[in-house]
Nanobody
C-alpha cells in the first residue's frame, strides 16, 4: 500500500513561486513514475507534470503545454518525495494539486494541496 501526502500550497500573488511536495510511504518509491495533476473548480482533474522512475540520476520529465517553462518536476528518492516547483504563477494556475503514480492508482489519491494565485 502506498500513501501520498501533498503539501506546500497556499495563496500567492501572480508571478510568484511555490514549491509543492508529495511525500510517499509504503512500497519502493523509486520504482514508480509519478505525476502531478491539478483540478480547478468545476473542471476535471488533468495532467500537469510527470517524471519517470529512475535508477541513479537518469529520469525523464513531461509537462502540460501551459506550464512548460514555468513548472519543474523533480524527485528525491532518498526522501521518497516528488516536488513541483512553480514559478511565474498565473491566476489560471489556481487549483488543487494532487500527485499520483503514472498511471494513476485510484486508491492512492490524497487530499491534494490548494494553490491560489491572486491577480
Amino acid at each position: 500500500q502506498v500513501q501520498l501526502v501533498e503539501s506546500g500550497g497556499g495563496l500567492v500573488q501572480a508571478g510568484g513561486p511555490l514549491r509543492l511536495s508529495c511525500a510517499a510511504s509504503g512500497r519502493i518509491f523509486s520504482w514508480y513514475s509519478m505525476v502531478w495533476f491539478r483540478q480547478s473548480l468545476g473542471k476535471e482533474r488533468r495532467f500537469a507534470a510527470g517524471i519517470t522512475w529512475c535508477t541513479g540520476s537518469i529520469y525523464y520529465t513531461d509537462y502540460e503545454d501551459s506550464v512548460k517553462g514555468r513548472f519543474i518536476i523533480s524527485r528525491d528518492n532518498a526522501k521518497n518525495t516528488v516536488y513541483l516547483h512553480l514559478s511565474n504563477l498565473k491566476p489560471e494556475d489556481t487549483a488543487v494539486y494532487y500527485c499520483n503514480t503514472n498511471p494513476p492508482t485510484d486508491t492512492y489519491w490524497g487530499q491534494g494541496t490548494q494553490v491560489t494565485v491572486s491577480s
